[in-house]
């Protein structure tokens, strides 16, 4: 069996890394961000936070990858003290 190539997936060099704080926890694990740029985006934890169980809450500082296409949404990458 081939080793199937995911080419249609972005690459890490693809995304947007900016900084922010978490200013408001809606449902879903889904986060309202305030960006230093003054944006505000709706983010999402990632994968490997949700399986550390790392918390998140108001007022932490978080790394967001953001995605070139969807400049409103982003992923919760890491998280500050």
Not at 12 to 18: L, P, R, T
Not at 50 to 69: A, H, T
């Given at each position: ?24 926890a ?15 985006i709706?983010?999402?934890i ?36």
């Open positions: 069996m081939p080793i199937r190539r995911f080419d249609y997936l972005m690459s890490k060099d693809d995304v947007i890394e900016m900084q922010g704080v978490v200013v408001e809606l449902p879903n694990a889904t986060f309202k961000v305030k960006l230093e740029s003054g944006h505000q709706l983010a999402h990632s994968g490997k936070l949700r399986m550390n169980f790392i918390r998140i809450l108001p007022g932490d500082r978080v790394k967001v990858e953001l995605s070139p296409y969807d400049l409103t949404r982003g992923r919760i990458v890491w998280r500050d003290k």
